[in-house]
């Protein structure tokens, strides 16, 4: 696969094409922050051709090219494009409980082409969308990578996996119906047939629910539902195909089982003890806890359409989610940031920066889940910190996010690939 500009991106056994374009261009930084350091720069220029970082460093060390206007963001603070590695773009609150049953897989993608520019515009310029009907991501991507809508780089997986009558199953409706979920599978050899479909349609990242969940129905978060020899398949098959797997699992045991299976990172990670912590760090497996969301829920999820038993269930694992995300990190897990957004509504994804410094972590460690780890956990190399030879992902706020983290629910400034596609710093 080839992008506009020609390049081939290779990211271990799989070759994908962020979208790339033919953009030159600078930008001065007041203020820049480096990640890997957690330290800021000051009076930095960013320079960037073709869609990716030529040269950078302290303004006066290195000619600017000739013809080139920098940007001025001499005011503000420049940091590398935010990413988010829980996304549901083709959803939202409300598609939640009975009201989704009225909802095609046609508007669902134009749901999602709303909320992938809402999403870059809220400073995320790369997603990892884990849970979609009917492939709406794939084409949301697709549109994206064509220049045709606005958006982040995307991961996608298509419809998740799961057990008949599980969290990943829909079951609203009676026998009569006949009604599953497109990504229904049951026993090994059947989820691997499953992974391969999946892919076969555009997946870039496997997303399986091994355990039960909040917003489904007849199911309890903490039960496991997929075995460990069906987990084992799935991550077995999706490796062997070149796709990491992203495993939903609230439940103590279902944790365990997706990281001795080989799972690369744990979505929701609720109840996880510390056997679970200490398999993770073992295992190089990447925790992600989305912490924010669980306010939205109890405050706004009646209104939303959610159904009671939902409400009743996130009341049981709100809080302690909450805690366990501040022991696994104080232990030393390895942690990337996603929220699962569409349970919440779009562009708020850097709410949750502020409940996990609530919850034990500095800035830093917040933004570097956000960045590096995140980066690392999607498998693109040039995304998550500003480089020489990276894409020109960056955004840019007023203020200090090492000092105040919520200066990042308000993000002025996002270039993406070289194109600027918000710049609040210009309005006079
Ligand atoms: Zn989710």
Same mark, same amino acid.
């Given at each position: 696969?080839?992008?506009?500009?020609?390049?081939?991106?290779?990211?271990?056994? $799989?070759?994908?094409?962020?979208?790339?374009?033919?953009?030159?261009?600078?930008?001065?930084?007041?203020?820049?922050?480096?990640?890997?350091?957690?330290?800021?720069?000051?009076?930095?220029?960013?320079?960037?051709?073709?869609?990716?970082?030529?040269?950078?460093?302290?303004?006066?060390?290195?000619?600017?090219?000739?013809?080139?206007?920098?940007?001025?963001?001499?005011?503000?603070?420049?940091?590398?494009?935010?990413?988010?590695?829980?996304?549901?773009?083709?959803?939202?609150?409300?598609?939640?409980?009975?009201?989704? $049953?009225?909802?095609?897989?046609?508007?669902?993608?134009?749901?999602?082409?709303?909320?992938? @520019?809402?999403?870059?515009?809220?400073?995320?310029?790369?997603?990892?969308?884990?849970?979609?009907?009917?492939f709406?991501?794939v084409?949301?991507?697709?549109?994206?990578?064509?220049?045709?809508?606005?958006?982040?780089?995307?991961?996608v997986s298509g419809p998740p996996l799961?057990?008949?009558?599980?969290?990943?199953?829909?079951?609203?409706?009676?026998?009569?119906?006949?009604?599953?979920?497109a990504g229904?599978a049951?026993?090994?050899?059947?989820?691997?047939?499953k992974v391969r479909e999946v892919i076969k349609y555009g997946a870039t990242v496997i997303k399986?629910?091994?355990?039960?969940?909040? $917003?489904?129905?007849?199911?309890?978060?903490?039960?496991?539902?997929?075995?460990?020899?069906?987990?084992?398949?799935?991550?077995?098959?999706a490796?062997?195909?070149?796709r990491?797997?992203?495993?939903?699992?609230?439940?103590?045991?279902?944790?365990?089982?997706?990281?001795?299976?080989?799972?690369?990172?744990?979505?929701?990670?609720?109840? +996880?003890?510390?056997?679970?912590?200490?398999?993770?760090?073992?295992? #190089?497996?990447?925790?992600?806890?989305?912490?924010?969301?669980?306010?939205?829920?109890?405050?706004?999820?009646?209104?939303?359409?959610?159904?009671?038993?939902?409400?009743?269930?996130?009341?049981?694992?709100?809080?302690?989610?909450?805690?366990?995300?501040?022991?696994?990190?104080?232990?030393?897990? @390895?942690?990337?940031?996603?929220?699962?957004?569409?349970?919440?509504?779009? #562009?708020?994804?850097?709410?949750?920066?502020?409940?996990?410094?609530?919850?034990?972590?500095?800035? +830093?460690?917040?933004?570097?889940?956000?960045?590096?780890?995140?980066?690392?956990?999607?498998?693109?190399?040039?995304?998550?910190?500003?480089?020489?030879?990276?894409?020109?992902?960056? +955004?840019?706020?007023?203020?200090?996010?090492?000092?105040?983290?919520?200066?990042?629910?308000?993000?002025?400034?996002?270039?993406?690939?070289?194109?600027?596609?918000?710049?609040?710093?210009?309005?006079?």
């Amino acid at each position: 696969m080839k992008n506009p500009m020609g390049r081939l991106i290779t990211v271990g056994a $799989l070759v994908l094409a962020p979208c790339a374009y033919a953009q030159t261009g600078a930008i001065r930084c007041g203020k820049l922050l480096d990640v890997r350091a957690g330290a800021l720069l000051s009076d930095q220029v960013v320079v960037f051709e073709k869609g990716e970082i030529t040269a950078m460093g302290t303004e006066g060390r290195f000619a600017i090219p000739k013809g080139i206007t920098p940007v001025d963001l001499s005011s503000a603070t420049c940091l590398p494009g935010l990413i988010d590695v829980h996304t549901h773009l083709t959803g939202e609150p409300t598609s939640n409980g009975y009201a989704a $049953l009225g909802i095609s897989v046609p508007r669902e993608t134009v749901t999602g082409v709303k909320n992938a @520019r809402l999403t870059l515009r809220a400073g995320f310029t790369a997603v990892r969308n884990v849970g979609a009907s009917g492939f709406s991501d794939v084409a949301v991507r697709d549109g994206i990578e064509a220049g045709e809508i606005e958006g982040p780089r995307m991961i996608v997986s298509g419809p998740p996996l799961g057990i008949t009558g599980g969290h990943c199953d829909n079951n609203l409706l009676p026998y009569e119906f006949h009604f599953k979920e497109a990504g229904v599978a049951d026993g090994p050899w059947a989820a691997r047939a499953k992974v391969r479909e999946v892919i076969k349609y555009g997946a870039t990242v496997i997303k399986v629910c091994a355990s039960g969940g909040v $917003l489904s129905k007849g199911d309890q978060p903490g039960t496991p539902q997929y075995t460990l020899e069906e987990l084992q398949a799935i991550a077995e098959e999706a490796h062997k195909l070149g796709r990491k797997v992203a495993a939903h699992a609230h439940g103590t045991q279902s944790i365990k089982d997706a990281i001795r299976a080989g799972i690369d990172s744990i979505e929701h990670s609720s109840l +996880i003890d510390d056997e679970g912590i200490a398999l993770a760090k073992q295992h #190089g497996t990447f925790l992600v806890f989305d912490i924010y969301n669980d306010d939205y829920i109890l405050q706004q999820g009646e209104k939303a359409g959610m159904l009671p038993e939902s409400i009743e269930k996130e009341k049981k694992i709100g809080r302690l989610q909450r805690e366990n995300f501040r022991h696994a990190f104080q232990s030393g897990a @390895r942690m990337a940031f996603g929220t699962d957004s569409g349970v919440y509504p779009h #562009g708020d994804n850097a709410k949750q920066f502020a409940k996990m410094v609530e919850w034990g972590m500095k800035p +830093i460690d917040a933004i570097q889940a956000a960045t590096i780890n995140a980066a690392e956990l999607l498998g693109w190399a040039k995304i998550g910190s500003l480089e020489t030879g990276h894409f020109a992902d960056l +955004i840019a706020v007023s203020g200090d996010p090492l000092n105040d983290v919520r200066v990042l629910e308000n993000v002025k400034f996002v270039l993406r690939g070289g194109t600027v596609y918000r710049n609040d710093f210009a309005v006079k």
